[in-house]
């Protein structure tokens, strides 16, 4: 993992996250009302990235994690019983070692932290993190290894293991699963991630996303080639039909 | 149903002496449960609405207005009986003697409804015209009397504007309980007992508050006469639930009938008319479909108000709007919830008739209201768009009663005991540019402020405009008060609201509710000049025409200290200019930040900005923050507004917050959880009004080019609610082009 070490997350005493931007009204990365940071970095290339702007280890705003709280407090009103602070992306966990001060700092005032993650990076950083997160997003692109390195350029073992580590720790975590037309909308491919999470009791519900192209626009000014153009949306058979698939494994099944 | 038995309540304060509020708090039942309950509409009350849609299809036909009288000046006896459709019509009455049939009321200004008239196609009754010319003054040629020639100068070129100097000022609530709860002879029997203690030293405020209150006896007695039109006899209190609601409509017709003020509250009355109901039920002398039968038709009646306005009018309180408003739930300050069954069952009309803007449906939103509530409330929104939010703590807590209603749009009033005299709104942004512009206009060139130095460089200084900025502040305060001293002494003197004053207090409390707009554009300004390079291109005679800006600055509605503060400032520093200057009737001054629909005309009115505003360009409505600037989503431009002081405003903070429906969440559950959340969140903070729609912007593109498809859309705009076809075109854009969250 040559990628965790390019980004300076620990500075002499504050520690910085190099944070992309913040959406304040975060309804879809968790439970309730959150305040979503997106955190600069990612180390997969995924074809339909939404974010792809947030890909890059260089760039972002450094920010010390002081800061954040600072936003957190003044959002901590509209959190309500279930909301509170998700790390998004970029992959979050990459800047583990500064994130652990600001979740316990996050959890001092009460504040819910929920990771979203690809669960590629397995550092003891990382798991020092996910042990403390209250819920993790878990994002899996494919099951199939061959199908996720094309849609990844990256390998699904890790992935696969912090699913089984959450468990180990007791971390609860939300599956999430993009259905990609033709990419990974294949009934064995999930069946067989279905079977493999079956008896995962950190699994807490699944949530389907469907896949869409608002990001595309970002990939021109950034000189990159969006190469998933003439895939359709999904349609809503589809979707349902992905939601029946899941829903023989899981009690809890999403559409997002 | 049996009549002969007067209805037994619990006794209290309120027998002895006119004390709605002493009854409802003795006699409510808290209801804490949810919407279940609730019945559909019955056959009869959508036999009476359907007649109303095509009133209502031929109105919008017809140019906007359905018909006019224009002969009859219209009185509370002027019109005899008028029906929807009589069989089925449990609540009667009607302004005129037909549906939508516009009257004309030439006191607040002759050539106002003579032009209103024309613009419809039809001339003003020679007589009236003749009568109103030279025989009878009007408030609008009073005004015009005595303002001065720097008041005329401060109105035409936008300064100060939508002043109520030619159409009725409004925002007066009648506490029209009381006819139900007292009957007429009661209320008459206490204002000649009011007028008996008038005594001398006869001041010239006290020969008119004598004559004032003559006209009060005379306007209830008017009323007993109404009332005969349609078979009720007023005079006695009401009898059962369908008088009470009954009761209560003839006291508003009353009201709408003498006068068409701006806006014209109802106030109050539906935790009232559940005490009356809930007897009804618990007597089983009706059923629940009957008790929502009463409210429906109820609230048909209040949809059907209308009033005769000039084209013009449009362009300050756009889409026809009445402001009935209602204010609904809240708190008891001993700790009880106000929210009743009734307050489910006139939310629940949005259901049973669809949506519309009238009556102007506002929740006193409490965190403490019943969970059962606030879910039906964020539903009703997420389903209608059509209601809005009020902090009840905060009113509670800082204006000490818990028996008010909303007048017009988000301006508090305690019921019965309290009025407020309406005025308009200064242009904050506009003075602004008389800052950097030596106090000339920046369109013409007029010298406004005398005495304000030139700048001393194009790149603006920040503590040299602000100087300049203060000074300009303090002159248009001047000039504001001494308008408003005129135009409601006037009102007063030419179209007192005899009927709406004889169901409030003899001697009420006043406030005089100022308001200011452009905010969010003057805010941004001063950051930009703070904390950016801004220079100023001039024209050849000196007049800034445009800014460059070199660098970034903070925009208000990003949570962001540096600029919000300004905004903060501002409105602290304004408010207190206000209060400088003594005021007619001695009432007690009040800032607004609320536009209406006046932001698109103010911003017409106004050039350039230092915040690289284009001139001519929208301001963003109320105290919102500029459309596209409020870019790190929607909790962070909520918790800019909220850092605005109610004490510095106490007229009221608008703000109008646009909101797709997937922004909200994913399942219908997720979108009511979250709502109720992100108001509760607004409200913790200190916030004051919320509006709130849920919308795409694709549907209402698509309502711009089809409206006949969407004849009851509705939408909330600065404070109410209104047809989005029956906007103008440009008001239209305004909307469509303001921050939608829409970012996930």
């Known amino acids: 993992m040559t990628e ?42 995924c074809l339909y990235c939404a974010n792809p702007d947030t890909i890059t280890l260089q760039g972002g705003t450094l920010t010390p994690i002081d800061e954040i709280v600072q936003k957190a407090l003044n959002e901590q009103p509209f959190f309500g019983r279930k909301g509170g602070v998700t790390f998004s992306g970029g992959e979050p966990t990459l800047q583990a070692e500064a994130l652990i001060p600001l979740v316990d700092a996050l959890h001092k005032r009460g504040i819910n932290v929920c990771i979203d993650t690809n669960g590629s990076i397995i550092t003891d950083a990382a798991r020092e993190l996910y042990r403390r997160t209250d819920l993790v997003l878990l994002d899996v692109k494919q099951f199939n290894p061959l199908r996720h390195r094309t849609l990844t350029e990256r390998d699904n073992t890790n992935t696969l293991a912090t699913a089984a580590f959450l468990a180990e720790v007791g971390t609860p975590f939300w599956l999430r699963y993009v259905l990609v037309p033709g990419y990974s909308d294949d009934v064995a491919d999930i069946e067989a991630l279905c079977r493999h999470l079956q008896g995962n009791t950190a699994l807490q519900r699944v949530e389907i996303l469907p896949y869409h192209t608002l990001g595309m626009h970002k990939y021109e000014p950034l000189g990159m080639e969006y190469k998933l153009k003439d895939v359709p949306y999904n349609t809503p058979q589809q979707l349902d039909a992905a939601r029946e698939l899941f829903a023989r494994y899981f009690a809890d099944v999403r559409v997002n | 149903m049996t009549m002969e038995k007067t209805m037994q309540f619990k006794p209290g304060l309120w027998e002895s002496e006119i004390n709605v509020g002493d009854f409802v708090r003795k006699n409510i039942t808290p209801y804490e449960g949810d919407a279940s309950f609730l019945s559909g509409p019955t056959e009869r009350t959508l036999k009476v609405w359907e007649k109303c849609k095509e009133a209502l299809a031929e109105e919008r036909e017809n140019g906007g207005v359905r018909a006019i009288d224009n002969h009859t000046i219209s009185t509370i006896t002027s019109h005899k009986a008028g029906y929807i459709d009589r069989e089925n019509e449990l609540i009667v009455g009607l302004q005129t003697d037909m549906l939508l049939k516009r009257a004309i009321k030439p006191f ?6 003579e032009k209103a008239c024309h613009e419809h196609g039809l001339e003003l009754d020679e007589h009236v015209k003749e009568i109103f010319t030279h025989y009878r003054k009007t408030h609008n040629d009073g005004v015009f009397d005595a303002y001065t020639e720097e008041i005329r100068t401060y109105r035409s070129l936008g300064f100060l504007t939508g002043l109520p100097d030619n159409y009725a000022r409004g925002r007066i609530i009648g506490d029209y309980r009381r006819l139900a709860l007292y009957g007429i002879d009661r209320l008459i029997e206490v204002k000649r007992a009011d007028l008996r203690g008038l005594t001398g030293p006869m001041t010239e405020a006290r020969v008119r508050l004598r004559e004032e209150v003559a006209e009060q006896i005379h306007a209830l007695e008017a009323m007993k006469v109404m009332g005969s039109y349609y078979g009720l006899d007023l005079g006695r209190p009401a009898a059962t639930a369908q008088e009470a609601v009954q009761w209560v409509y003839m006291a508003y017709l009353a009201a709408v009938k003498e006068q068409d003020g701006a806006a014209m509250s109802l106030g109050n009355v539906s935790s009232f008319l559940d005490i009356y109901i809930e007897y009804d039920l618990a007597h089983g002398n009706i059923d629940e479909c009957f008790a929502q039968e009463l409210i429906d038709q109820f609230v048909i009646k209040l949809r059907m108000v209308r009033h005769l306005r000039m084209d013009s009018y449009n362009e300050i309180f756009a889409g026809d709007a009445t402001w009935v408003t209602e204010s609904i739930g809240g708190r008891l300050n001993d700790g009880r919830t106000k929210v009743t069954k009734t307050s489910f069952r006139f939310l629940q009309t949005l259901y049973n008739l669809g949506p519309a803007p009238e009556p102007n449906m506002t929740i006193l939103w409490s965190l403490e209201l019943p969970e059962g509530f606030k879910r039906f409330c964020t539903q009703v929104s997420i389903d209608t768009s ?51 512009n030596g106090g000339r206009c920046e369109n013409t060139g007029t010298v406004m402020v005398k005495d304000i130095p030139v700048l001393k460089s194009d790149e603006l200084d920040f503590d040299e405009v602000m100087e300049n900025y203060k000074k300009v502040l303090a002159q248009i305060a001047r000039v504001y008060n001494e308008a408003m001293n005129i135009i409601h002494y006037m009102h007063d003197k030419y179209y007192y609201e005899k009927a709406q004053m004889a169901l409030i207090d003899t001697d009420p409390h006043i406030n005089l509710a100022y308001g200011v707009a452009g905010l969010s554009i003057a805010a941004d300004s001063l950051s930009a000049i703070k904390y950016a390079h801004v220079k100023a291109r001039r024209n050849e005679i000196g007049l800034t025409e445009g800014f460059d800006i070199e660098g970034e600055f903070p925009c208000y509605g990003n949570d962001d200290d540096r600029a919000d503060s300004i905004a903060v400032w501002l409105t602290h520093y304004f408010s207190n200019e206000l209060k400088k200057y003594p005021v007619y009737r001695n009432a007690v001054p009040t800032m607004s930040i609320l536009t209406i629909t006046s932001n698109v005309m103010y911003g ?8 690289g505003r284009e001139r001519g360009v929208a301001f963003a409505p109320g105290a919102n923050p500029m459309h596209g600037r409020d870019n790190h989503g929607a909790i962070a431009s909520l918790s800019s507004v909220a850092k605005l002081n109610y004490e510095d405003a106490l007229d009221g903070i608008s703000n109008t917050f646009s909101i797709i429906p997937k922004s909200l969440g994913a399942t219908r559950e997720d979108r009511v959880d979250n709502l109720i959340t992100l108001i509760d969140g607004y409200f913790k903070k200190k916030a004051h009004h919320l509006n709130v729609n849920v919308l795409n912007r694709e549907m209402l593109e698509d309502a711009m080019e089809h409206p006949e498809n969407y004849p009851q859309l509705t939408i909330r705009v600065s404070g109410y609610a209104v047809n989005f076809v029956r906007l103008s075109r440009a008001h239209q854009l305004e909307v469509i082009s303001r921050s939608f969250h829409d970012h996930f």
């Open chain 2, 108 to 113: 607040g200004g002759i050539k106002v409804v």
């Open chain 2, 386 to 436: 059509a209601i809005q939010y009020e902090n009840d703590d905060l009113m509670r807590e800082v204006r000490k009663t818990d028996d008010y209603g909303i007048a017009c749009c988000v301006s508090f009033q305690e019921i019965g005991r309290s009025i407020q005299f309406f005025g308009a709104r200064a242009n904050l942004a506009k003075a602004l540019l008389l800052a950097i």
């Open chain 1, 4 to 45: 965790t070490t390019a980004i300076p997350t620990v500075s002499a005493n504050v520690p910085l996250l190099r944070v992309h931007s913040y959406e304040s009204l975060g309804t879809y990365d968790g439970p309730g009302i959150r305040l979503v940071v997106f955190l600069q970095g990612c180390n997969f290339r």
């Open chain 2, 604 to 611: 017409k009115k106004t050039g350039a900005t230092p915040d």
